[in-house]
T-cell receptor, first 113, second 114 residues
Framework: KQEVTQIPAALSVPEGENLVLNCSFT??????LQWFRQDPGKGLTSLLL?????REQTSGRLNASLDKSSGRSTLYIAASQPGDSATYLC????????????FGKGITLSVRP | KAGVTQTPRYLIKTRGQQVTLSCSPI?????VSWYQQTPGQGLQFLFE???????NKGNFPGRFSGRQFSNSRSEMNVSTLELGDSALYLC?????????????FGSGTRLTVV
């Protein structure tokens, strides 16, 4: 059974800091991994999608990497801003019939002005 | 283009009642998945529909059911509501079954059972 872990559960940083959010998963047989952002009481906004054959994806100040063999992914946020404050979730999609997304519990990020 | 639309945004129901939630996927998307989000359990998969057929199902009791229509809109029904069913229910759409190219989520329906 796939398990996804995100540690720590919460993080507070000063504005301008570069930061890395970690995600680990137990079963390396994944199809892809997706990072999402969730603002309080809202739905999920997709940030980056990495297919299992890829090592990283970039969008603006965000860079996500994937090391499938070690069961790890990182989301790098450059020059953090108060508007980046949200909960960040990673989710892995299984292979074959197990195509559902398995989510981590998320990391709640607070960027202090 | 329009995103994933979920209605209603908020619902308050009494224990024992039933409820129906609706999800309209992105135009052209034929896959709709449903997830339950609670503070304790996080996001858990309910089921996925593609072309009106249920393709995958999570570990939820039979009180949770769904269906998909020919226009890809999907409904989720919960019968005999329990207090523990209070949650944010999220719908996700994808152009392919199983989200091979990722999922787009709606804003969710907040269900409160009293």
């Amino acid at each position: 059974k796939q398990e996804v872990t995100q540690i720590p559960a919460a993080l507070s940083v000063p504005e301008g800091e570069n930061l890395v959010l970690n995600c680990s998963f137990t079963d390396s047989a994944i199809y892809n991994l997706q990072w999402f952002r969730q603002d309080p009481g809202k739905g999920l906004t997709s940030l980056l999608l990495i297919q299992s054959s890829q090592r990283e994806q970039t969008s603006g100040r965000l860079n996500a990497s994937l090391d499938k063999s070690s069961g790890r992914s990182t989301l790098y946020i450059a020059a953090s801003q108060p508007g980046d404050s949200a909960t960040y979730l990673c989710a892995v999609r299984g292979t074959g019939a197990n195509s559902k997304l398995t989510f981590g519990k998320g990391i709640t990020l607070s960027v202090r002005p | 283009k329009a995103g994933v639309t979920q209605t209603p945004r908020y619902l308050i129901k009494t224990r024992g009642q039933q409820v129906t939630l609706s999800c309209s996927p992105i135009s052209g998307h034929r896959s709709v998945s449903w997830y339950q989000q609670t503070p304790g359990q996080g996001l858990q998969f309910l089921f996925e529909y593609f072309s009106e057929t249920q393709r995958n199902k999570g570990n939820f009791p039979g009180r949770f059911s769904g269906r998909q229509f020919s226009n890809s809109r999907s409904e989720m029904n919960v019968s005999t509501l329990e207090l523990g069913d209070s949650a944010l229910y999220l719908c996700a759409s994808s152009s392919t079954t199983g989200g091979a190219y990722g999922y787009t989520f709606g804003s969710g329906t907040r269900l409160t059972v009293v």
